[in-house]
């Protein structure tokens, strides 16, 4: 498995975390967003969107990192 995340800033909440676990061909199999100064937490087990935009602007994550969250 890869893991990928990327941010953005929302106003009267922070940064946002949104991460993507892909297989080896970057296909995504599951997404979640987090909004770590609310604990805010939306998981996707089955995102609509199965290919990885914009591939350079995501950062690479570490698969603890993403599965901690996911829990």
């Not at 890869?2 to 946002?16: A, L, N, V």
């Not at 987090?34 to 937490?41: D, K, S, V």
Request: aromatic share 12%; hydrophobic share 30%; net charge negative.
């Amino acid at each position: 498995m890869k893991y990928f995340k990327s941010s953005q800033s929302i106003p009267s909440k922070g940064d946002s975390w949104t991460y993507y676990e892909c297989d080896d061909t970057e296909k995504v199999l599951r997404q979640l967003t987090h909004i770590p100064a609310t604990g805010e937490l939306s998981r996707v087990p089955d995102p609509i969107v199965k290919k990885l935009y914009r591939r350079e602007l995501l950062s690479p994550a570490e698969a603890e990192e993403f599965l901690t969250l996911w829990g």
